[in-house]
C-alpha cells in the first residue's frame, strides 16, 4: 500500500528565503506524485505533478519539486518566498495497482516572516 | 474548467441522523473520492469509487457508506452521524492515470454533529 510522509507540521522563513517542503512516499510500483496547496478557507489547487516524464517538475506561482526515486522523495521548493505563499501544503500519491487511489500527507503549514 | 459541486457548504445535523452529503462532478471522470480534513491530521481517504457502483474502502471507513448510481454522482452517508464525524468534507474526481491523473476537489462541506 502506499503512504506519504511529510516532514514538519509547520515550516517558518522569512521573506525572500528559499522555500523546502518535503515529502517522502512509500509505493512499491512507480506512482504519480502531487503538491496541492490550500489557502485559508479555500479548497484544494494543484500546484504541480509528477506523472514518469522529467523528474525536475515545475509548477505554478515559481514552485518545483524533484522526483528522486532512489530516496523516495518528492520535496517541493521555492527560490525565494512571498508573503503570499502561506498556506497549507500537501503532498500525495497515487498507484495504478490500487486503482488510482489517492492518499495524502498530514499537511504542512508554511508561514512567512515579513 | 472542471466542477467537483458539493451540495452544501455547511451543515449542521444532531446526534443519530442519517446524514446525506452529495457531489457531483462534471468532466466525465472515472474517478470519485471522499476525504475528511481534520487539523494536524491532513486529508484522511473515507472511501473511493472508481466506476459506476463500484466503491473501495479507504483508510477511514467505519460510519461511513457511500453510493455511485450515476458516474458523475457519489454520495457520502452518515448512518447515525455522531460528534466525532464533526469534520470538514471534501471531495474530489480524477481520471484513471494517463497524462492528467490528477483529482480536483470542490469546495468542501463542513458538517457539524450536535
Known amino acids: 500500500a502506499q503512504s506519504v510522509t511529510q516532514l514538519g507540521s509547520h515550516v517558518s522563513v522569512s521573506e525572500g528565503a528559499l522555500v523546502l517542503l518535503r515529502c517522502n512516499y512509500s509505493?512499491?510500483?512507480?506512482?504519480?506524485l502531487f503538491w496541492y496547496v490550500q489557502y485559508p478557507n479555500q479548497g484544494l489547487q494543484l500546484l504541480l505533478k509528477y506523472t514518469s516524464a522529467a523528474t525536475l517538475v515545475k509548477g505554478i506561482n515559481g514552485f518545483e519539486a524533484e522526483f528522486k526515486k532512489s530516496e523516495t522523495s518528492f520535496h517541493l521548493t521555492k527560490p525565494s518566498a512571498h508573503m503570499s505563499d502561506a498556506a497549507e501544503y500537501f503532498c500525495?500519491?497515487?498507484?495504478?495497482?490500487?486503482?488510482?487511489?489517492?492518499?495524502f500527507g498530514s499537511g504542512t503549514r508554511l508561514l512567512v516572516r515579513p | 474548467d472542471v466542477k467537483v459541486t458539493q451540495s452544501s457548504r455547511y451543515l449542521v445535523k444532531r446526534t443519530g441522523e442519517k446524514v446525506f452529503l452529495e457531489c457531483v462532478q462534471d468532466m466525465d471522470h472515472e474517478n470519485m473520492f471522499w476525504y475528511r480534513q481534520d487539523p494536524g491530521l491532513g486529508l484522511r481517504l473515507i472511501y473511493f469509487s472508481y466506476d459506476v457502483k463500484m466503491k473501495e474502502k479507504g483508510d477511514i471507513p467505519e460510519g461511513y457508506s457511500v453510493s455511485r448510481e450515476k458516474k458523475e454522482r457519489f454520495s457520502l452517508i452518515l448512518e447515525s452521524a455522531s460528534t466525532n464525524q464533526t469534520s470538514m468534507y471534501l471531495c474530489?474526481?480524477?481520471?484513471?492515470?494517463?497524462?492528467?491523473?490528477?483529482?480536483?476537489f470542490g469546495q468542501g462541506t463542513r458538517l457539524t454533529v450536535v
Open positions: 474530489a474526481s480524477s481520471l484513471l492515470g494517463g497524462a492528467n491523473p490528477e483529482a480536483f
Open positions: 500525495a500519491v497515487s498507484v495504478m495497482d490500487s486503482s488510482y487511489k489517492l492518499i
Open positions: 509505493s512499491s510500483v512507480p506512482p504519480y
